[in-house]
Each structure stands twice: as C-alpha cells, then as structure tokens.
C-alpha cells in the first residue's frame, strides 16, 4: 500500500502490514504508545478484523482493510467520524469508477451501498483523546451469506485494486478532514452525507435494544442522530439502532455507528 501524494504532502503516515490482527487494535495500540496521527494502518490479510458487536473473523486478501489514527480529536465529535469516511470513500469510488458513481449511496450511520447492497462498512473506535477510523471495502470478494445483502465492486464490474482504491481513499480523507475541520464543519459534512444517503424522507424499521420502531427518516440532528418522525406526528432522535426499510424481509444489520474501545 501507499499514499497519496497529497495525503504524504500533508503529513499523513503508513505502516503497512502483509497480515495483522487488527488493523483497527494496532492503530489503537500505536497511540497508547504515544505515536500522533494521522496515521494510516493498512493490511493485505487480517485474522482478528472486527466488526458490528465485536465480530471477530478472517479478511482475506483482495480487499481493503485500513485503520486511520487520529489524535486530539475531542471524544463528543469522534463519532462524526463515520459520516467523514464515509464521504471520503464514496469520493474515491466515484473518482476511480465514475460510472458507478448514480449507483453509490449512503447508509446511516456506518455503511456504503451498492445498488442497495452493502459493499463497504466503517467502525469508529475512541480512546482518551484518540480516535480511529476503521474502513473495510470490498474489492474483489464478499460474504456469502450475511443478514444484509452485500457486493464487491469487482461483481459490479469494477476492476479496482485494494492498493489503487486505498491510495485515492487516502487522498480523499484530506479534503473530507480539512472539511470537517474537527467538528467545526460537521454542518457541512452531514449536508453533504444526506445528500447522498438511502432512504431519506422515506419510511424505514429502527430496531432499538429494547424495542422495534417504525417512521419517516426526516433528517439527521446537529450531532449526526437519526430524526425519525413517528405516525403521531413525534420525531426522535436515535443514536444507534438497527436500521432497514420498512419492507425488508431479511435480518437487519446492526446501525451502531460509534461505540469506545476496550
């Protein structure tokens, strides 16, 4: 794996791996040990990738696994950090693949889709007053079977290399940090994620830990919370939850967006 240019140009660093554990444990592992972001951890194979509730399971060369560090980030804004690289990978899919760009959409909070099916997927990690990003996307491969229907950019007919999407999602991650601005831009950035989100304005299931809700998708609040308008005319305001369209009959993939690493 390597840089960007413009990400090398702006300071940005990488330590890539043939096979690790965890990229997102070994960022995490880099900043206990007092090392400053940004700092790229990459991967071509991970035996302990971590996913939705802590997951643990084999990634597999031909994919994009990579973890950013990011320090003195101020831990109230580190979950705006999903809705930054979500952008930033959309950006580079776009860039690299212009005509699969009308095809790319937004899932809140965490996901990227694919003609509706989940091809790339995002987990925020935070500590003190560090935070990584961990991006997963799937190039060459995916699941078989999963409780949310996913793709691979190669099955869309998109020949795109770990290495080439990784170079450019690190150069898009520039901008979309210096938009974002350590929070002092999310307005701009939840603008530009609702722009091109899934099921904006219209009628989606939020399974809650607890309950199962159903409403309009209205918009997302000033932190990035899910403003869901009930049949009653009520609207509120959910911060992690399972989230599907109100007429899907398979098993819904978990929402939560951010959540603090042990």
């Known amino acids: 794996m390597q840089l960007d240019p413009i990400a090398a140009a702006a300071g940005v660093k990488l330590m890539a791996h043939d096979t690790i554990g965890s990229?997102?444990?070994?960022?995490?592992?880099?900043?206990?040990?007092?090392?400053?972001g940004p700092l790229w951890i990459t991967a071509t194979r991970q035996t302990a990738g971590r996913g939705r509730r802590g997951n643990?399971?084999?990634?597999?060369?031909?994919?994009?696994?990579?973890?950013?560090?990011?320090?003195?980030?101020?831990?109230?804004?580190a979950g705006e950090l999903?809705?930054?690289?979500?952008?930033?990978?959309?950006?580079?899919?776009a860039e690299l693949v212009p005509n699969l760009?009308?095809?790319l959409a937004l899932k809140w909070p965490n996901d990227l889709l694919l003609d509706g099916r989940k091809f790339a997927g995002i987990l925020i990690g935070a500590e003190s007053t560090a935070a990584v990003v961990g991006i997963g996307v799937n190039?060459?491969?995916?699941?078989?079977?999963?409780?949310?229907?996913?793709?691979?950019?190669?099955?869309?007919?998109?020949?795109?290399a770990p290495e080439q999407l990784f170079r450019c999602v690190s150069k898009t991650f520039v901008a979309r940090l210096e938009q974002w601005s350590r929070g002092a831009g999310f307005a701009s950035i939840r603008a530009d994620w609702?722009?091109?989100?899934?099921?904006?304005?219209q009628e989606i299931r939020v399974r809650l830990p607890s309950k199962e809700i159903a409403g309009r998708f209205q918009a997302l609040d000033e932190t990035g919370r899910l403003l869901l308008r009930l049949p009653d005319g009520r609207?509120?305001?959910?911060?992690?939850?399972?989230?599907?369209?109100?007429?899907?009959?398979?098993?819904?993939l978990e929402g939560a967006g951010f959540r603090t690493m042990r």
Do not use: K
């Open 23 to 36: 990229t997102s444990t070994e960022a995490m592992a880099q900043a206990r040990r007092g090392e400053r």
């Open 139 to 160: 190039c060459a491969h995916h699941p078989a079977e999963t409780s949310y229907p996913s793709t691979d950019l190669a099955a869309a007919g998109a020949a795109v």
């Open 82 to 93: 999903s809705f930054v690289a979500a952008l930033a990978v959309h950006d580079a899919v």
């Open 194 to 201: 609702l722009a091109r989100a899934t099921g904006l304005g």
């Open 101 to 103: 760009a009308s095809h």
């Open 235 to 252: 609207v509120e305001s959910i911060s992690a939850g399972e989230v599907f369209a109100i007429h899907d009959n398979y098993a819904p």
């Open 56 to 77: 643990v399971w084999v990634s597999e060369p031909g994919n994009v696994y990579a973890s950013l560090l990011l320090t003195d980030v101020v831990a109230q804004r």
